[in-house]
């Protein structure tokens, strides 16, 4: 939801940082995997270490690199099947490490397993409604939309988290925005089911 309209102004702003990495010579492949490996690095070193504020700054700065490979290719005019596939496949790596690197703080020092269920849900349903999509679709049908698509989710978790960190919030914000996560990811992924089963009903 957020992505679609948010996607104009990020490139925008972003489009000069592309042409930048592209004079130096990287490609949007290199810039996506450079991303993934900073969100997976930022995720799993601070976030079992309870650095929320610090960890979710690392973390961000490597998130805009989910956009700037795409404007890249596009400045080149090189935008691909593969490129797309190596760019969602990678993004599962850091929603994993994101919730996973949560997961870890509670299941140790935060010692608190009804987060660590919340977050494994999250982390869960997230995936399922990604699938969800990408099935439908090598299926011949469109499954998209619904209020939890991993951009919402991700600028949920992050900014939360981030505010949790910097001004020391109770733990029950962020729990509140994890029942709430896990109901929107549920609600999307039977959004998307029932989409398609009234396109295949069609046939």
Not at 57 to 69: C, G, K, P
Request: hydrophobic content about 55%.
């Amino acid at each position: 939801m957020l992505d679609k309209y948010t996607r104009v102004y990020s490139t925008r702003i972003l489009t000069p940082a592309a042409r930048g990495l592209l004079r130096l010579g990287l490609g949007p492949d290199a810039v996506t995997v450079i991303g993934t490996l900073g969100v997976v690095a930022g995720a799993l070193i601070f976030y079992p270490q309870g650095e929320f504020f610090w960890g979710t700054l690392f973390i961000t700065a490597f998130v805009f690199f989910d956009n700037i490979d795409g404007i890249m290719a596009r400045l080149q005019g090189r935008t691909s099947k593969w490129g797309a596939f190596l760019d969602s496949t990678l993004d599962r790596f850091g929603d994993a490490a994101i919730f996973g690197g949560l997961a870890l703080w509670f299941a140790g020092d935060g010692d608190d397993l009804r987060m660590v269920a919340l977050l494994i849900a999250c982390l869960t349903l997230g995936a399922v409604v990604s699938y969800a999509k990408a099935r439908a679709e090598s299926l011949g049908y469109t499954a998209g939309g619904g209020i939890a698509e991993r951009a919402d989710r991700l600028v949920a978790i992050l900014v939360v988290t981030g505010l949790v960190g910097l001004f020391d919030l109770p733990m029950v914000v962020l729990e509140v925005l994890l029942w709430l996560l896990t109901a929107a990811s549920a609600w999307t992924v039977w959004h998307r089911v029932n989409t398609v089963r009234r396109q295949a009903a069609l046939e």
